[in-house]
């Protein structure tokens, strides 16, 4: 799992990818849901010891799949 990475940077650039296919794009949408993706946002919204650029990262995509 991306999160889990031992490398912040790599975990980063990961994430923004995610977002990047999945924004505007249902079907993909739908798929990042079915592969748990809403529980990954919820690990890294929760874990304090997470980098805040990847934080502000999963924040950002949660505000897009509200919209």
Same mark, same amino acid.
């Given at each position: 799992?991306?999160?889990?990475?031992?490398? $912040? #940077?790599? &975990?980063? =650039? &990961? !994430?923004?990818? $995610?977002? &990047?296919? +999945?924004?505007?794009?249902?079907? *993909? %949408?739908?798929?990042?849901?079915? #592969?748990?993706?809403?529980?990954? +946002? %919820?690990? +890294?919204?929760?874990?304090?010891?997470?980098? +805040?650029? !990847?934080?502000? =990262?999963? $924040?950002?995509? $949660? *505000?897009?799949? &509200?919209?």
């Amino acid at each position: 799992m991306m999160v889990r990475s031992s490398f $912040v #940077e790599e &975990a980063i =650039k &990961a !994430l923004y990818a $995610v977002s &990047a296919l +999945i924004r505007n794009n249902f079907p *993909g %949408q739908q798929m990042f849901y079915a #592969e748990a993706g809403d529980l990954m +946002i %919820q690990d +890294i919204l929760t874990n304090s010891s997470i980098d +805040i650029r !990847l934080w502000r =990262k999963a $924040v950002f995509l $949660v *505000g897009d799949l &509200a919209e």
